[in-house]
């Protein structure tokens, strides 16, 4: 089992910055990926960044690449999302996953944190 605390959210200036974590409980942090997603009012959740087990490789989605970038701290079983030149279509709420490195599919999730942008 794992679980998954996101902190960091709250209101923020379009063009300002705000950075995420997520602390895991997992026995061994090492063996999950690592995931950011989020949920817009009245819309799918989607994927934002992804972190493979060591830290290696990182991914993206168009809309945040160049302004976000995810991390992760596995002696402190810690991952983060940096988000700059935030925009307010980055409104949502904002979910940290984590994924077995021999899963295809992520099974924990947090409970998510507010990130809202004003214009």
């Known amino acids: 089992q794992v679980q998954l605390v996101e902190s960091g959210g709250g209101l923020v200036q379009a063009g300002g910055s705000l950075r995420l974590s997520c602390a895991a409980s997992a026995r061994t942090f090492s063996n999950y990926h690592m995931g950011w997603f989020r949920q817009a009012p009245g819309k799918e959740r989607e994927f934002v960044a992804h972190?493979?087990?060591?830290?290696?490789?990182?991914n993206y989605a168009d809309s945040v690449k160049g302004r976000f970038t995810i991390s992760r701290d596995n002696p402190k079983n810690t991952v983060h999302l940096q988000m700059n030149s935030l925009k307010p279509e980055d409104t949502a709420v904002y979910y940290c996953a984590a994924r077995y490195k021999l899963s295809p599919t992520y099974g924990y999730w947090g409970q998510g944190t507010q990130v809202t942008v004003s214009s």
């Open positions: 972190i493979t087990w060591s830290g290696g490789s990182t």
